[in-house]
């Protein structure tokens, strides 16, 4: 098996004029390749070597990418990072993954200063403009560009790590995914076949592109297969449809959100779509009313898909056989499936347990945290955390969690980092953070507050707590005030309650 490196490198040999055509910018495979040779170049002669880490906070533009396929060249671990994420964040992310380099851009470039000792292995901010940063150890990069593309070997092996995704924690800290040129290529192979990808096909893609599903299995999938991109900075629906009709795309990817907002869209019909084989859907789940209405006005039938940063893709519905709705279908091929109960057994079809999953897909385990690698795993065996049962024919069916984490808008939000922020503020007594059902984002994030005894508390206060420190998808978009929160016999927060009663109050 070759690394990812060398798969892209043989994709681009063979489809050279291929086009990713990002934004209004048109340019070729052959050019997206090259220049991130040059790049490759440029990291070396920074001193970066294989195994080093290069975080990347970027909003999604062409330099991330070409940083990223860098990276894959040189061996070095990309750390993507999103684009709204605060200094506190960034902080923790650069210390625990020790990057070596922080590619950014002028408005993040003074989070991290390399001569700062909070930072140690930290030797270089690479800034892809430089309008309003003082940092002197701060380069362009446009000064990486100016090195020469050489065509050198790729030295990462199989098991190398490619990347390091960033989830967050359901207790503490949040936890960096390793995943390895092999569980990438594993995967994108099996989707590849599963989806009947081809160099026929135009994909558009519309995701944010420091997650696993717009950067692998979207971009990455995309370009193993040799198909055009319409790459496009954000998500828009009139836009999506536009382009669709325009460009003759024939795959769109996307969260459930995306495709509840193409359904608001007046007449969709008058948009020519014919050219699209397949709709995929993941990272959150798809509403069956979702699901259903959009055979009804689009004509065809969401293929959804279940996967994990920590996995890749897991479980697909299938290309040619039945997409079942509420259902995200049938093991990906080389992908096991069990569904456990508390000890560990399997439960037949039918009765809910955990998901549990094994494969070559499945990542190396948690950054430099050993002990929650070990809690994650039995033998090989990976618990995803999430509830689910069989039915008779094979289909998962997903419905809940044991973990507590909220998903808005296809982003996983840890309420444990949440109400660990609030509760800093010294007139609350504890924060209970959930999420309730929403028809856009499928949950949103709330916050339920208690003051300490005889305490006023400034929601305004909380606000601003949590724009200045959170990323504001994780910000709660309610607060609301409480005397004392509901609680079992063993003293738990029982948020199931709350959930009931503030899913009513929040609408
Ligand atoms: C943006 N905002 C959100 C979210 N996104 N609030 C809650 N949940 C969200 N997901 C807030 C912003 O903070 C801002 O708040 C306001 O909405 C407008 O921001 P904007 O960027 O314009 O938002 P948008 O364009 O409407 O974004 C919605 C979105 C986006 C298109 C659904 O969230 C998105 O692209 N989601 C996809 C995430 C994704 O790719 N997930 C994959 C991870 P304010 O106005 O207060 O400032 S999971 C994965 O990779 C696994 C492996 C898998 O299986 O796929």
């Not at 929650?372 to 289909?395: I, M, P």
Request: proline residues 5%.
């Amino acid at each position: 098996m070759m690394n990812l490196a060398e798969t892209i490198k043989q994709s681009c040999s063979q489809h050279p004029h291929k086009r990713l055509i990002f934004d209004d910018e048109v340019l070729t495979y052959d050019h997206l390749w090259n220049t991130a040779s040059k790049i490759r170049h440029a990291l070396e002669d920074l001193g970066v070597k294989a195994g080093d880490r290069v975080a990347i906070q970027l909003p999604k533009c062409l330099e991330f990418l070409y940083i990223h396929l860098a990276n894959l060249q040189l061996g070095s671990i990309s750390v993507p990072l999103n684009p709204t994420y605060t200094r506190d964040e960034i902080a923790y992310f650069l210390g625990d993954s020790r990057a070596k380099i922080f590619v950014t851009d002028g408005h993040h470039a003074g989070f991290a200063d390399p001569e700062s000792t909070a930072f140690p292995e930290l030797q270089k901010v690479i800034n892809i403009d430089l309008q309003d940063s003082s940092i002197d150890s701060i380069l362009s990069f446009n000064a990486l560009l100016q090195t020469q593309a050489l065509d050198k070997s790729y030295p990462a092996q199989q098991d190398d790590i490619a990347l390091i995704i960033y989830t967050s924690g359901t207790t503490g800290r949040s936890k960096g995914a390793m995943l390895s040129h092999q569980n990438i290529l594993t995967n994108l192979e099996a989707l590849h076949k599963l989806w009947n990808h081809s160099d026929q096909d135009i994909l558009l893609h519309v995701l944010p592109i420091f997650h696993v599903h717009g950067l692998l299995v979207a971009f990455h999938g995309a370009l193993n297969a040799g198909m055009d991109i319409i790459m496009r900075t954000k998500f828009d629906p009139i836009d999506t449809l536009n382009c669709i009709q325009k460009n003759r795309c024939s795959i769109f990817m996307g969260v459930p959100t995306m495709y509840h907002r193409l359904l608001q869209v007046d007449n969709p019909q008058k948009f020519d779509f014919s050219s699209m084989r397949l709709w995929i859907s993941g990272s959150a789940p798809l509403l069956t009313s979702t699901f259903e209405q959009f055979q009804q006005v689009f004509g065809h039938t969401v293929l959804e898909r279940y996967g994990m940063s920590e996995t890749g893709m897991n479980v697909s519905n299938p290309l040619y056989g039945v997409r079942k709705p509420g259902s995200v279908g049938l093991p990906v091929p080389g992908v096991s499936v069990r569904i456990v109960d508390s000890k560990g057994q399997d439960v037949i079809p039918g009765e809910v347990g955990e998901v549990w999953v094994k494969g070559n897909n499945v990542f190396k385990g948690y950054w430099e945290m050993p002990e929650k690698t070990a809690e994650s795993f039995v033998q090989e065996w990976f618990k995803t955390g999430d509830l689910g049962y069989h039915d008779t024919d094979g289909y998962l069916f997903l419905v809940g969690r044991s973990k507590d984490l909220i998903i808005s808008g296809g982003m996983n939000v840890y309420p444990k980092e949440i109400e660990a922020l609030i509760e800093t503020l010294e007139e609350i007594e504890e924060a209970a953070v959930i999420g309730v059902p929403d028809e856009d984002l499928g949950e949103k994030v709330i916050a339920v507050v208690v003051p300490k005894p005889g305490r006023q508390v400034n929601v305004n206060a909380i606000t601003t707590l949590c724009q200045n420190h959170l990323a504001g998808y994780k910000r709660p978009k309610a607060i609301y005030l409480i005397d004392k929160l509901p609680r079992n016999t063993m003293g738990k927060v029982t948020k199931n309650q709350l959930r009931d009663k503030y899913r009513i109050i929040a609408q």
